[in-house]
């Protein structure tokens, strides 16, 4: 393979192989120009689901138990600051990792007295989502718990997006 292109791409190879293709066609080989190009976007249609998941397994979903009042305004709040709800807790997750800030074990509602909740969801990166869980790991004891990166994501929501009056971000 002494001609092969040292650009490992698929999109190059594929603008390559459209080019033959063109040139078959000129020749008059309009099948095969054809089925060069069905091909071309086969594998192009392979390639951009293989990038989403590849940007999907470096942030993969991230399901959280949410007062749904907390998320509303989070999310109001988030977009009237040109924010991400996934930038708001990446905010939070950075106030924890420093050590400036600690997520406050919740307390159980009396039955019949909690908001209503939901199961919402955003991406987090996977690396930072690790770093959580080992900094928890490792100052469960001051922390007084142990929550899980989802935890720590409500937790901080509710301080960022606190009840009216109640205003602490």
Do not use: C, F
Not at 32 to 44: E, K, P, S
Not at 89 to 96: H, N, Q, V
Not at 139 to 161: F, T
């Amino acid at each position: 393979m002494a001609n092969r292109p040292s650009d490992t791409n698929p999109r190059t190879h594929s603008a390559a192989v459209l080019q033959i293709a063109e040139q078959l066609r000129a020749e008059g080989r309009e099948l095969m120009a054809d089925t060069l190009g069905q091909y071309v976007a086969l594998v192009d249609e392979y390639v951009g689901k293989r990038a989403e998941q590849l940007r999907y397994d470096k942030a993969p979903n991230m399901p959280m138990y949410v007062d749904s009042g907390v998320w509303d305004r989070a999310v109001a709040r988030a977009a009237a600051e040109g924010k991400s709800i996934a930038a708001v807790i990446d905010d939070g997750y950075t106030e924890l990792l420093a050590g400036r800030w600690t997520p406050l074990k919740p307390e159980r509602a009396a039955p019949g007295t909690a908001g209503a909740k939901a199961t919402k969801n955003t991406r987090v990166a996977v690396d930072r989502a690790k770093k959580v869980t080992a900094y928890v790991a490792a100052n469960a004891e001051r922390i007084d718990w142990k929550p899980s990166p989802a935890q720590v994501a409500v937790a901080w929501l509710g301080v960022y997006a606190p009840p009216e009056g109640n205003a602490t971000a």
